[in-house]
C-alpha cells in the first residue's frame, strides 16, 4: 500500500475513534510503524481551519437505521438494525482536537422521520478521560452506540434538516455545533421517514397540533402518520384530539 493510501487509512481509522494500536492491528502492521503516521494525520490536521480540527471520534446509537433506507454500496452499517426501541429518534456524537490535551465535543438529537434537528449541543471542551464519560451518559437511553464514519453522521443530521425543511419545518439554529460536521452539499443520501413516509411522533412539550397542521398544509391530509397523546393519556394515530 501507498504512503498515501495509508494516510488516508490511518486518517479514517482515526475518525472513527480508533487508538494507534487498534489502527496497527486493522493495517496488520507494527504499533512502531503506525505512530509516525498517526503523527502525520495530526500534524496536517493542526495546519487546517479551526472548523477542521483533527476528528477524534464520531458515534451514534445502535438501530439509528430503523425505518430508513440508503445504498448499500456506502459501506455504513448498524450493529443493531431490527431494534426500534428508539426508531425515528437518532443521536449523533462528534468529538475534535482541541489544542494539545482537550477535546471539543458537539451532540445532536435528530428527528430523522419528521422535524430534523430537535436539540444541539456544544462545542463542549473536555478531556478524553471526561470524553469517554460523557459518551455513556449521552448514549445512556439506547441499546448501545457503534463508532461511525463523519460522512454518515453529517448525512442524518444534515440531511434530517433538509427533508424537515422540505415539510415545512424551519431547523433548529445549531450553528456553533453545526461546524463539527464539516461541509454539506444536498441531495442526502438516506431516504428519511418512517419507511420512506413522514411520521411525527409528539413528545413532551410539542405543539402537535401546530405541527400537524403544517404537515396537512405542506403535504394534504392522509399523506402522513402522526402519534400524539389525548388529555386522557391514551395514544391516538392519525388524528389531533
Given amino acids: 500500500m501507498e504512503h ?3 494516510l488516508d487509512r490511518v486518517r479514517e481509522l482515526r475518525g472513527e475513534g480508533k487508538s494507534p494500536k487498534q489502527i496497527a492491528r486493522a493495517l496488520g502492521l507494527s504499533p512502531a510503524a503506525v505512530a509516525p503516521l498517526v503523527r502525520e494525520v495530526a500534524a496536517a490536521a493542526a495546519q487546517r481551519e479551526p472548523g477542521e480540527a483533527e476528528l477524534l471520534g464520531c458515534w451514534m446509537n445502535s438501530g439509528w437505521s430503523a425505518g430508513l433506507a440508503f445504498d448499500a454500496s456506502r459501506g455504513w ?9 428508539a426508531a425515528g429518534m437518532v443521536s449523533v456524537l462528534v468529538a475534535r482536537r482541541h489544542g494539545y490535551d482537550k477535546v471539543s465535543v458537539c451532540g445532536y438529537l435528530a ?43 453529517r448525512q442524518v443530521v444534515m440531511g434530517s434538516v433538509e427533508y424537515a425543511r422540505g415539510l415545512g419545518f424551519e431547523p433548529l439554529r445549531f450553528d456553533e455545533a453545526q461546524g463539527h460536521l464539516g461541509e454539506w452539499e444536498i441531495p442526502s443520501a438516506i431516504t428519511f421517514g418512517r419507511n420512506g413516509r413522514p411520521f411525527y411522533a409528539a413528545v413532551a412539550d410539542d405543539e402537535a397540533r401546530k405541527i400537524v ?13 402522526y402519534e400524539v397523546e ?3 393519556g391514551a395514544s391516538l394515530w392519525g388524528r389531533v384530539v
Avoid: H
Fill in 111 to 153: 428527528d430523522v422521520y419528521c422535524l430534523g434537528v430537535r436539540n444541539a449541543m456544544g462545542p463542549e471542551i473536555m478531556d478524553e478521560r471526561e470524553l469517554s464519560k460523557y459518551r455513556q451518559f449521552f448514549f445512556g437511553e439506547y441499546a448501545g452506540w457503534q463508532a461511525v464514519p463523519l460522512e454518515l453522521a
Fill in 230 to 232: 389525548s388529555a386522557d
Fill in 4 to 6: 498515501a493510501e495509508l
Fill in 77 to 85: 452499517s448498524d450493529d443493531a438494525p431490527d431494534d426500534t426501541s
Fill in 213 to 225: 397542521r403544517v404537515l396537512e398544509k405542506s403535504l394534504g391530509a392522509g399523506n402522513f402518520d
